[in-house]
């Protein structure tokens, strides 16, 4: 059975687990915590899966493969038989736009949520004061840009970004706008396209099934003071300190 190593606080962790579940493809849940615990990022043990220290990883027998766009390609192609085509098309064009949109997301939607969602959770425990106006301002702003190309280019007047059926890359997108969420923050408030697209890759997904994905990420109070108790604490703080800089 495939082990997939993952914490549901991590968007692309998230993004394997919906799409392994949705799909019944079996695996064994193996948890790796990104703050705290046994088994962390940082731990020796970890690093013999992967060296980079970094989830989701999947392990497949003998073969370990990380990064989560990969390894939703290596699922749709392991479980092709299964794996309705609508998900990750085989046409050359649908496929091509499917690989565009993974292809464009981690530098820009992933990159600017994440942004609002750790100076919004982490930023003053790292950094021992609270965020700059003009930071969050400007971290919103590019987040606002983000949604808008999601928007306008990917998303259009279509129901989901590939057309008609929901796909991975719909998936990926949902996670990612989640995280600020998490917050307190809606990217989609006054928005009621994405909020409809939203909602119907909720309902495609099953609402059970994201609520519960995505309960770690709602439950966020006792992060900070966890992240501070860690014995991880100043590998992370090193590292957070050097992305807020």
């Known amino acids: 059975m495939i082990e997939l190593y993952l914490d549901l606080i991590s968007p692309?962790?998230?993004a394997v687990f919906l799409f392994?579940?949705?799909?019944?493809?079996?695996?064994?849940f193996k948890y790796v915590d990104l703050v705290a615990g046994n088994l962390?990022?940082?731990?020796?043990e970890f690093g013999k899966l992967n060296i980079v220290a970094k989830i989701p990883v999947m392990k497949d027998g003998g073969f370990t493969l990380s990064e989560s766009t990969a390894i939703l390609k290596y699922l749709v192609q392991k479980y092709?038989?299964?794996?309705?085509?609508?998900w990750f098309p085989a046409g050359l064009q649908q496929r091509a736009r499917a690989n565009e949109y993974l292809s464009w997301q981690h530098a820009n939607l992933r990159g600017h949520c994440q942004k609002v969602f750790l100076l919004r959770t982490l930023f003053p425990v790292i950094m021992g004061l609270e965020v700059p106006e003009v930071t969050m301002d400007a971290a919103l702003q590019n987040m606002k840009q983000s949604l808008n190309l999601l928007e306008e280019k990917f998303?259009?007047?279509?129901?989901?970004?590939?057309?008609d059926k929901i796909s991975v890359a719909d998936v990926v997108a949902v996670v990612e706008i989640m995280q600020p969420l998490g917050t307190g923050?809606?990217?989609?408030?006054?928005?009621?396209?994405?909020?409809?697209?939203r909602g119907r890759v909720k309902e495609e997904l099953g609402e059970e099934l994201m609520d519960d994905a995505h309960?770690?990420?709602m439950q966020l109070s006792g992060l900070p003071?966890?992240?501070?108790s860690s014995s991880e604490f100043q590998k992370f703080k090193l590292r957070l300190q050097r992305f807020f800089n």
């Not at 092709?80 to 609508?86: E, F, I, P, R, T």
């Not at 809606?186 to 697209?197: H, L, M, N, V, Y």
């Open 12 to 14: 692309p962790c998230r």
């Open 20 to 28: 392994a579940k949705v799909l019944g493809i079996p695996f064994e």
């Open 40 to 44: 962390t990022q940082y731990s020796s």
């Open 80 to 86: 092709s038989g299964s794996v309705a085509d609508d």
């Open 155 to 163: 998303l259009q007047n279509k129901q989901f970004i590939l057309g």
């Open 185 to 197: 923050v809606d990217g989609f408030e006054g928005r009621p396209k994405p909020i409809a697209w």
């Open 215 to 217: 309960k770690v990420l």
């Open 225 to 228: 003071e966890k992240l501070k």
